[in-house]
């Protein structure tokens, strides 16, 4: 009986440290300060068909799913959109429903049911791997529309309400990137080292085509103020691994690296550029406040356009994009302020330029005169534009002299390894 | 704290009760949860600012609300009565099985593996015979290896059990790799989506009808073989002593190994519920911790498979309306976790004061 009592109070204790540790991280929940005062659960009202001539805005309800709640800072950057959307349409607490923690299984099919039950006309799920769960819950009810970030289904799913969106991340990277030449160009001229030295690293989550297509744009806008320059990669196989990350960064530091930039989501490769006083450009969200001397400007995605754009498709009757990529533009991807005190001089305005470019269609991330892979120019290439199993190239990417990036499908499909980057390894 | 027979009495001891009559040991369960109510809507007003009584009315209605909630509550009540069913004879035996999570991962990936392997080859109905038998094969080998070792040489159940979780889930994020699609997605994604090869037949048009009526069918069959049958004297003679059960001619070994054979078999029945009942694809997480929050549901029941509806339930409610909670009032999900730990906290508590006295040394003052 002792041990069953030892056992009982073992768990009980868990059960309370549990609990505890909970608290303690809960930093600022997005809606906890005014109560949402009716319960709606449980009216579950017959969901209009959106398509037919749009509704009243105050019958618009929205559901998302989260796979974490607001300690994770990629779920976060979806909740801060979300209600910044919120506020900028003017919908109320209680029109925007938020389910959080919701894995990638037969819970998020689950969420999405409940959340149609609920009453809500869009339903929104911001993981990769909600995406087979979103399309089963979209063929269920044909009534509510199903959007999900980054996944590849859309255009070949044949379903009228499930859509997929995704940013052109990879001309915010482009733009870093020159930012991270300029400074490369600052400390050649300085005599730190020669232009035959200007490396710089980059620590990447895994060796698939989001994370080549970002680290190829921010290589591209580097080499096109500062030709000389090479590139090592490293993978840590995490999304979030602080340890991995920044063990990645000192490594690529170790072998004689410039300047550091990374694609994933802890803190881990800028800290340790900020203890080794090394450069570093930064991913989603200024990293300023912890690194003041050596941040020098971040990309990041913003999905408040998008939210707005399928809530508005949704209130004036219009169908949704099956996929919808995001630009500069549209103000989905944006960059920080620059650090004047870590990046080169005319760093912001030569920034502003490209941009200008970029928009305007004269300049091109991929531009194929810029890069060469095997020694070789490429002028055509299949992409894996429409998943399958065997990942079989079936889109030809390259016309009018560019890659053609996330044109086809919103999901990034470039994966060439192009000359001048070097990957140290490989995670999948 | 050791209870050093001295004559200074301590501030007060504790003694084992006599049973207690079913209405006073009722009483004091009953007395529990109204207590463990009024901490937490205590605590909810404290720290929220929320109106309790909407809190519980929200918690209700998360698990109840709709017909969907309802089908779902069951859904998981049935996954995870079956795991707990599944621990009930070790434990009872005084074997810690702590590897119901690995067993079921094991049985999972078998059932994903024929899934994959074998859904454009052979008929339907052919695949569904493959995928029961290589599920329940593979729970019932990764039970058994712990209770080779453990009947062989004694080795220490727990850690084994323990250890071959995580050998089991790397295996699991091994072939995720492997079948991922696509390619450097880290998922497998909903099997056969298309063909829908393998997947258990739907019932009466309800998606989880099927799997509450197999674990009813378990539960039905545990409660006679643990209550009725020889096999299951023998576990309570082992369970409560393995010199008596030598004494008396049980082979102790023989008993181990065939019971987390049995344990390990139903693990794997939960891994095939989950992987082609309902989620249809596998991961590393889709055990979902159940391997452990069994061994609670086991414990509050006495071992009881029927009991253990009742305390599933009641896990199953608490998670379900803990979840609603967070939906419907923005909170940071952890504040249901603190409602469930409170509740759960009075609830074991309260086990404790049906089996224990507390003797104070000045008087007699009682705690219930």
């Known amino acids: 009986m002792k041990k069953i009592l030892a056992l009982m109070l073992a768990l009980a204790m868990v059960f309370a440290l549990a609990a505890c540790g909970g608290t303690e991280t809960e930093t600022q929940a997005p809606s906890t300060d005014a109560p949402a005062t009716e319960a709606p659960a449980t009216e579950a009202p017959e969901t209009e068909a959106p398509a037919a001539g749009g509704i009243a805005k105050e019958d618009l309800k929205v559901g998302f799913i989260f796979l974490h709640d607001e300690n994770s800072t990629y779920d976060l950057n979806f909740l801060n959109a979300a209600n910044a959307a919120r506020d900028a349409l003017g919908f109320t607490e209680d029109q925007f429903i938020y389910r959080t923690n919701v894995p990638e299984g037969q819970e998020c099919y689950d969420a999405a049911c409940e959340l149609a039950d609920m009453g809500c006309n869009i339903i929104f799920a911001d993981s990769f791997g909600h995406e087979d769960f979103m399309i089963q819950a979209a063929k269920e009810f044909p009534d509510v529309e199903f959007c999900h970030a980054t996944g590849t289904r859309a255009h070949t799913e044949g379903l009228d309400n499930f859509h997929n969106a995704f940013a052109s991340i990879y001309e915010g990277r482009y733009l870093a990137g020159v930012a991270a030449g300029l400074k490369l160009n600052e400390m050649i001229e300085a005599g730190e080292f020669t232009a035959d030295e200007a490396k710089m690293g980059y620590v990447g989550a895994f060796t698939y085509a989001e994370v080549i297509s970002g680290y190829t744009s921010f290589y591209l806008g580097a080499k096109s103020v500062c030709p000389t320059v090479t590139m090592d990669v490293t993978f840590t196989g995490s999304w979030y691994d602080e340890t991995a990350e920044k063990e ?129 120019a490429m002028d055509s290439y299949m992409a894996d534009v429409d998943t399958d199993a065997d990942y079989t190239p079936d889109t030809e990417a390259i016309s009018d002299g560019y890659f053609h990036e996330s044109e086809y499908r919103s999901a990034p499909y470039f994966d060439l390894r192009i000359d001048g980057i070097t990957l140290l390894d490989e995670m999948f | 704290m050791p209870m050093n027979k001295q004559q200074q009495a301590p501030l007060f001891h504790i003694s084992k009760r006599k049973a207690l009559p079913w209405y006073q040991a009722w009483g004091i369960r009953g007395a529990a949860i109204i207590l463990a109510l009024v901490v937490c809507a205590v605590a909810t007003t404290l720290m929220t600012g929320e109106d309790p009584i909407q809190v519980y009315i929200t918690m209700f209605e998360g698990a109840f609300g709709t017909s969907r909630k309802i089908w779902i509550l069951c859904q ?49 109905w052919l695949l569904i015979c493959i995928m029961i038998v290589a599920s329940i094969a593979a729970g019932a080998i990764w039970g058994l290896i712990p209770a080779f070792f453990k009947a062989k040489w004694n080795t220490n159940e727990t850690l084994f059990t323990l250890m071959m979780n995580y050998v089991a889930t790397q295996l699991v994020a091994f072939f995720v790799i492997v079948w991922e699609v696509p390619k450097g997605a880290g998922k497998i994604g909903i ?54 059960a030598r004494y008396v001619g049980i082979k102790v070994e023989k008993v181990i190994l065939r019971t987390m054979l049995l344990s390990g078999a139903v693990c794997g029945i939960a891994g095939l519920l989950l992987v082609g009942g309902t989620d249809h694809t596998i991961t590393t997480t889709i055990a979902g911790g159940r391997g452990f929050t069994a061994v609670m549901v086991a414990w509050l029941a006495k071992f009881n498979p029927i009991f253990m509806v009742l305390t599933t339930f009641l896990l199953s409610f608490l998670d379900r309306g803990a979840s609603e909670i967070s939906t419907i009032f923005g909170l940071n999900s952890s504040f249901g976790d603190i409602l469930t730990g409170i509740i759960l906290f009075f609830i074991i508590g309260s086990e404790f004061f049906i089996s224990y006295k507390l003797h104070f040394r000045t008087s007699g003052k009682k705690e219930g």
Request: hydrophobic share 45%; proline share 3%.
């Open chain 1, 248 to 376: 990645g960064a000192n490594k690529l530091i170790a072998n004689g690296c410039k300047l550091i930039s990374q694609h994933a989501d802890s803190m881990g490769a800028p800290t340790a550029c900020e203890e080794a006083g090394v450069p570093n450009v930064s991913y989603n969200g200024s990293t300023i406040a912890a690194c003041p001397n050596t941040f020098i400007v971040s990309s990041s995605i913003n999905w408040e356009p998008y939210f707005e754009y399928m809530i508005n498709c949704v209130l004036n009757g219009e169908a949704i994009a099956a996929d919808w990529t995001g630009t500069i533009a549209t103000g989905s991807v944006v960059l920080t302020e620059v650090n004047e005190a870590a990046a080169a001089a005319g760093t912001a305005d030569k920034i502003a330029e490209v941009q200008a470019a970029l928009e305007d269609g004269s300049l091109h991330v991929f531009d194929v005169t810029t890069f060469t892979v095997d020694g070789a």
């Open chain 2, 191 to 244: 099997i056969n989506q298309s063909s829908e090869a393998g997947w258990l037949p739907v019932i009466g048009g309800q998606k989880y009808l099927l799997n509450i009526l197999i674990v009813a069918a378990l539960t039905i069959g545990m409660y006679v073989y643990l209550q009725y049958t020889k096999h299951g004297y023998e576990i309570s003679v082992v369970g409560e002593s393995e010199r008596t």
């Open chain 2, 76 to 124: 998981n009540i049935a996954i995870l009565l079956c795991v707990s069913l599944a621990v009930t004879p070790a434990f009872k035996m005084r074997f810690w099985n702590l590897g119901a999570e690995g067993q079921v991962l094991a049985g999972g990936l078998a059932t994903a593996a024929c899934m994959i392997l074998l859904g454009d080859s052979v008929p339907n």
